[in-house]
């Protein structure tokens, strides 16, 4: 049974950094890619960042492109989410999940079978 447990979330304001950790059991971590989502109240939850099980392929939005770094460490089966000059705007619940299939590093949130509980950020102004 696949689980992902996010930790690192909290309250910071505009600027400052939060880093993101998503620990995964289940099954082997360096064979599937890892993606972060977010959640704002009232609006479907987006795509952030996703990564291949060897760290060969990344990907991001536009919005977090040069401040969000998406890494994992597959010896921890940890997959971390560093975020950087926060802005109000991304303020949101943060999942990590895993896809269905092995070796695919999608980015559609419906091609991903398993998340976490999320952790919530919040940024102040």
């Known amino acids: 049974q696949v689980q992902l447990v996010e930790s690192g979330g909290g309250l910071v304001q505009a600027g400052e950094s939060l880093r993101l950790s998503c620990a995964a059991s289940?099954?082997?971590?360096?064979?599937?890619?890892m993606g972060w989502f977010r959640q704002a109240p009232e609006k479907e939850r987006e795509f952030v960042a996703a990564i291949s099980g060897r760290s060969t392929s990344i990907y991001y939005t536009d919005s977090v492109k040069g401040r969000f770094t998406i890494s994992r460490d597959n010896a921890k089966n940890t997959v971390y989410l560093q975020m950087n000059n926060l802005k109000p705007e991304d303020t949101a619940i943060y999942y990590c999940a895993t896809p269905y299939s092995i070796f695919t590093v999608p980015r559609n949130k419906n091609d991903y079978g398993y998340w976490g509980q999320g952790t919530q950020v919040t940024v102040s102004s």
């Open positions: 289940g099954r082997t971590f360096s064979n599937y890619g």
